[in-house]
């Protein structure tokens, strides 16, 4: 049945169109014909929010809501929290014997995120050993390929070289996995720039239409557009960059684009289109969720058999790995 997928998310709190547009509905497409195991890397959380560990619950929670509501579905795909299967933990520190520091030290992401997050002190044995982490997570399901976004490739070739050198020290094991990119590896937020919750700029999948609205339509639009009657360019325009992410009518859009370039439709008509059709994505996204958060136990239960899944198959890949170093077996 297909490949076996990999892929997961930290439990950054609720999730925003980016993630929903830029990963989920991937996932959600892949889970129909392939063997996929979708995982809340929590212990990934704690790398960078050691200090202040006191969201993550809450925020492994909110997430696994929104998975469901976008589609993940448990009856095709293995969902659970990464702590749930203690495996991870015993593959990572496996993987670190073998992984040089050098290729950690060299990491560009390592090196960009030491340099550019200022309110947390990273320099920690864990966090340089992210991608050993990461690695043990794709590596435990013999992962053949992995649905990420485009920075994740660097990762994802460490990823890879570990495996190797793994393989190479104690046999054949591990598959090398292959990125799946997105078609939509940038969705912007309300400000042109991409959508992330440190800019401020996202439109969650569980926010309210009403908050939804108001997000639209206080968004600037081509600046040479300050009067109803001064024509615009789509082209710079973020609500336009939107619309090309979710109004799939392309007739729809040509004549938008038109009524933009010629000022005969103003900005709102054209706002009020792009609510339209993320509402129309979102609805059905919406009243699962909604169905979800009055349905705990069902939840629990999800999360529950997930982790029981993932640990079987876990279980014997790591049986594999202790018996392929030579450890006395279990
Ligand atoms: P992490 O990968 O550390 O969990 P994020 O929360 O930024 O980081 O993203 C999770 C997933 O959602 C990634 O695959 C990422 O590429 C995707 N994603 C997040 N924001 C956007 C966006 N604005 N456009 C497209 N994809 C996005």
Redesign the pocket.
């Given at each position: 049945m297909g490949k076996r997928i990999f892929s997961?998310?930290?439990p950054?709190g609720r999730l925003?169109l980016?993630?929903l547009?830029?990963?989920l509905t991937n996932w959600v497409k892949l889970q129909d014909d392939n063997e996929c195991f979708y995982c809340i890397v929590d212990w990934?959380a704690l790398m960078s929010d050691y200090a202040d560990s006191s969201k993550i619950k809450s925020n492994c929670k909110e997430v696994f809501l929104d998975w469901l509501a976008a589609g993940l579905d448990p009856e095709k795909a293995t969902i659970f929290i990464q702590s749930h299967v203690p495996y991870h933990t015993e593959l990572h520190l496996a993987l670190s014997m073998v992984t040089p520091l050098g290729w950690l030290e060299r990491n560009p992401t390592y090196k960009d995120q030491i340099l550019n997050i200022q309110n947390k002190d990273l320099s920690t044995y864990a966090f340089l050993g992210y991608p050993v982490l990461m690695a043990a997570d794709i590596l435990l399901y013999k992962g053949e390929a992995v649905p990420?976004?485009e920075?994740?490739t660097a990762h994802l070739e460490l990823t890879r070289e570990i495996a190797r050198r793994f393989n190479n020290f104690y046999g054949d094991i591990f598959p090398e996995p292959e990125g799946l990119f997105?078609e939509?590896?940038?969705?912007?937020?309300t400000d042109g720039r991409?959508?992330?919750k440190s800019y401020g700029n996202s439109i969650d999948i569980a926010d309210e239409p009403e908050v939804i609205w108001e997000k639209l339509r206080t968004m600037m639009t081509d600046p040479a557009r300050e009067r109803r009657k001064d024509p615009g360019d789509p082209a710079k325009c973020p609500v336009w960059d939107l619309h090309k992410v979710f109004n799939k009518n392309a007739a729809e859009k040509e004549s938008l684009a038109e009524g933009c370039r010629t000022a005969g439709i103003g900005c709102v008509e054209c706002k009020k289109s792009l609510y339209g059709h993320v509402m129309t994505l979102l609805e059905p996204i919406q009243q699962r969720r909604a169905y979800y958060e009055t349905h705990g136990d069902e939840v629990t239960d999800i999360l529950r058999e997930g982790a029981k899944v993932a640990k079987e198959v876990a279980a014997k890949t790591m049986s594999e790995v202790v018996e392929a170093i030579g450890f006395v077996e279990r």
């Open positions: 997961g998310m930290r950054t925003h980016g993630h547009a830029g990963a990934h990420v976004g920075d994740q997105t939509t590896p940038k969705v912007p937020g991409k959508m992330s």
